[in-house]
């Protein structure tokens, strides 16, 4: 079945980078997710990546993608204590392709000043 | 561009007692979703509506949950009656078609006691 994987936690000091890990099974996959869900707000989409890329770069953000290990990764450069929020890997469902995200659990990341 | 509106943000009821919840897409956009959101889960979907048609309602509890999207813009999101195990926070999505962006809304916190 759909699987997303996440760790539940994550604790940088503000200027280090962050790398949140998330691992999944659907192979059919044609697109990856990450979101931020800050509180009481709904989720945000920071970034993307094709299943055909292994990286992609965003401005302070980058997305690794390993597709043979199903492994997904966000990594923020200079973490600011604003990016402290949960983060959601997602995959689009790609048996169903209509377009239906499976979420991880989602990695709480605490930025300390 | 107003984003997705969701409205109440906040209910608290009685089990076995009825609740709805109403989501106001962003104009022009055909698709939309429910999630529901367990408090350390990440979003689960409930049912995707491509206008006014039904999509994807495979993980909707259909003996308890009903939704419409009847002129195919706005939503509701009905539970009748509310179990305990209900309490979650509902966010409705919507994206120009299956496949493109979602867009989430800020949620409904629902608590029942």
């Known amino acids: 079945g759909e699987d997303v994987e996440q760790s539940l936690f994550l604790s940088v000091r503000e200027g280090d980078s962050s790398v949140i890990n998330c691992t999944y099974t659907?192979?059919?996959?044609?697109?990856l997710y990450w979101y931020k869900q800050e509180p009481g707000a709904g989720l945000q989409l920071l970034t993307y990546?094709?299943?055909?890329?292994d990286m992609k770069q965003d401005q302070r953000l980058t997305v690794l993608l390993n597709k043979k290990d199903k492994h997904l990764s966000l990594r923020i450069a200079d973490t600011q204590t604003g990016d402290s929020a949960i983060y959601f890997c997602?995959?689009?469902?790609?048996?169903?392709?209509?377009?239906?995200?499976?979420f991880g659990q989602g990695t709480t990341l605490q930025v300390k000043p | 561009e107003a984003g997705v509106a969701q409205s109440p943000r906040y209910k608290i009821i009685e089990k076995r007692q009825s609740v709805a919840f109403w989501c106001n897409p962003i104009?022009?956009?055909?698709?939309l979703y429910w999630y529901q959101q367990i408090l350390g889960q990440g979003p689960k979907l409930l049912i995707q509506?491509?206008?006014?048609?039904?999509?994807?309602d495979s993980q909707l509890p259909k003996d308890r949950f009903s939704a419409e999207r009847l002129k195919g813009v706005d939503s509701t999101l009905k539970i009748q009656p509310a179990k305990l195990e209900d309490s979650a926070v509902y966010l409705c999505?919507?994206?120009?078609?299956?496949?493109?962006?979602?867009?989430f809304g800020p949620g409904t916190r629902l608590t029942v006691l």
């Open positions: 104009s022009g956009h055909a698709t």
């Open positions: 997602a995959e689009n469902s790609g048996s169903s392709n209509t377009g239906k995200l499976i």
């Open positions: 999505a919507s994206s120009l078609a299956g496949n493109n962006e979602q867009f």
């Open positions: 509506f491509q206008n006014n048609g039904v999509v994807d």
């Open positions: 990546i094709f299943s055909n890329m």
């Open positions: 659907d192979s059919s996959s044609t697109y």
